[in-house]
């Protein structure tokens, strides 16, 4: 049974046309890729997934229920963690309320304390400041943030809009590490890398996205050893 | 010269309570208000109608707090809806439009209601001229009371923005709006309760300083204009800035009006604001553009 089901959505910002009949599905527990050079449109599909960008036409079903019709602010409270191009955290917020802020909503507000005693013995260092603003983090540390944040929502869904960008590899590798936990606990995730390797190796599925069209889509290995996509993207 | 600078003290809570609506506004929805003075004064017309109605002749205002908090919040809530929700977030400059011509609306709307007469409540000689006096400097009870209460808003408002949810949101929202909106924030709900709050602490001002100024429909002119200084003193968008910006033209005030005369207190707020913004361009507290 699949929770997202993306229908010949097309999309752009006023006369830019973005995206062109794209199709995408998540089924429950799975982690899906979504991969493609820069300006591709990956981060315009999700916005269209958040609510930022209405689609022209097409229709984006979540758990049955139109979402392109919800308002924005009610992804959220419906199950859908997004963590945005650039990590999104509220830099002049304290962690503490960047993570409380995590259980705005009436899902998952009567269950805040529990979801922050999870989410700060996931990110020890979390703990240790609690009470300094968010902006004073490592570049790596707010992405453990935005990540604890999100946790902190309970998501069906957890939307990662480039997780590794502007960290070193080593620091990738922690939070590619602490996904796969997330993955093996069974969460539902949506992933956009450019980096391919890192992205289809902790997907079940990928797509491929080459300037608004949906060129390819399979499972990551059979992705991973595809030599148009070795060639396009990895050089090989 | 002690006294001077209490008296200035005591009022520049009051200031200080206007500076901080203003500056909540302005944080939460990037506005500058151009008629919280204005809302002032419809806070101290709610007084003046409400004692009149409601009030036994010679007591004291105070109790209306209540009533003129609620009306007030209602009223702000209504001029957000009909006319300043249509410009945030939309355009850089047309709020100043907006606000400025909200001002003269109110101005002249009140005035073709209660005429342009300077009227006041009837409080009692013994609370309008009463004071208590602490190692020989005297506090005027009209005064003392309105710089307690407006401390106790003052108090109420950082509560309510560093430890409530509603609170968070607002900050959030003022500081990304989109990730606001994603952690499930509903951005209109903040921006009426921003306004309507931004709307009480003008009102209760108002309320706070009807034993002591006359009312007219032209009165906010001062407050919105001293208001305005407390913000750009404190530095933009920062509530300890507005409060201490607050304080501070109350003591400049008082000084250069006791000292000299009271017409040209205005000029030496002004020229306090220029030196300050010479030596700290983004105000005592603001830490100018954040860049990234
Ligand atoms: N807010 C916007 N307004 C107008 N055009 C935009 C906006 N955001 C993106 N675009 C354009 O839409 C196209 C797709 O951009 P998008 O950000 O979706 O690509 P992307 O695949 O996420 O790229 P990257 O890997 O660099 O993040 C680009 O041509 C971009 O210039
Ligand atoms: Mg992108």
């Known amino acids: ?236 | 010269m002690i006294q001077v600078i209490i008296n200035g003290l005591l009022i520049g809570a009051v200031y200080s309570l206007i500076a901080v609506g203003l500056t909540m506004i302005h944080g939460v929805m990037k506005i500058v208000n151009f008629a919280q003075g204005e809302l002032l004064m419809v806070g101290m017309y709610v007084t003046y109608v409400l004692y009149g109605a409601f009030v036994a002749e010679g007591s004291a205002p105070y109790f209306l707090i209540v009533p003129v908090c609620i009306i007030m919040f209602l009223f702000g809530a209504l001029v957000f809806k009909v006319s300043v929700s249509h410009v945030v977030g939309k355009s850089e400059t047309s709020y100043i439009i907006l606000t400025i011509g909200m001002s003269y609306l109110l101005r002249y709307g009140f005035q073709m209601i209660f005429g342009s007469n300077y009227q006041s409540i009837p409080v009692s000689e013994s609370l309008k001229f009463g004071s208590i006096t602490i190692g020989g400097i005297v506090f005027t009870t009209t005064r003392l009371i309105a710089f307690f209460a407006a401390l106790i808003f003052t108090i109420f408002v950082n509560y309510l923005l560093s430890s409530t949810d509603i609170g968070r949101a607002m900050r959030a929202t003022s500081e990304n709006k989109t990730v606001a909106t994603s952690l499930g924030v509903n951005a209109k709900i903040v921006y009426i309760v921003a306004f309507g709050l931004g709307t009480v602490f003008a009102g209760v001002s108002g309320l706070l300083v009807t034993p002591l100024y006359m009312i007219y429909p032209s009165v906010g002119a001062v407050f919105s204009t001293i208001a305005m200084s407390a913000m750009v003193l404190g530095g933009l968008g920062n509530i300890k800035g507005a409060m201490i910006g607050g304080m501070i033209i109350g003591v400049v005030e008082a000084l250069s009006s006791t000292y000299l005369t009271t017409n040209v207190s205005q000029i030496f707020i002004n020229l306090v604001l220029i030196l300050i913004l010479i030596f700290k361009p983004y105000g005592l507290f603001g830490k100018g553009v954040r860049i990234a």
């Open chain 1, 1 to 236: 049974m699949n929770m997202l089901k993306m229908d010949k959505v097309c999309a752009g910002y006023g006369d830019l046309k973005v995206l062109f009949d794209i199709s995408l599905e998540i089924n429950e527990g799975e982690v899906v890729a979504l991969v493609g050079s820069n300006g591709a449109g990956k981060t315009t599909l999700l916005r269209t997934i958040s609510g930022e960008v209405i689609p022209t036409s097409g229709s984006i079903k979540w758990l049955g229920m139109e979402l392109t019709k919800l308002p924005e602010n009610k992804r959220a409270v419906n199950g859908i963690a997004h963590i945005p191009q650039g990590r999104g955290i509220l830099a002049s917020l304290s962690i503490k309320d960047n993570l409380l802020l995590g259980t705005y909503t009436k899902r998952t507000k009567p269950r805040r304390a529990e979801l922050l005693e999870n989410a700060l013995q996931m990110f020890p260092i979390l703990k240790e400041r609690l009470n300094f603003p968010a902006g004073s983090l490592s570049g790596g540390q707010q992405q453990m943030l935005a990540i604890a944040r999100a946790m902190m929502m309970a998501p069906k869904l957890l939307i990662l809009d480039e997780p590794s960008l502007g960290l070193a590899p080593v620091v990738v590798d922690d939070v590619y590490r602490i996904l796969d936990v997330m993955k093996r606990q069974g969460s539902s995730m949506l992933v956009i890398e450019q980096n391919l390797t890192k992205a289809l190796s902790i997907s079940d599925r990928g797509y491929v996205l080459e300037t608004g069209h949906m060129q390819m889509t399979g499972p990551s290995k059979e992705l991973l050893n595809n030599k148009d996509i070795q060639k396009a993207y990895l050089g090989i």
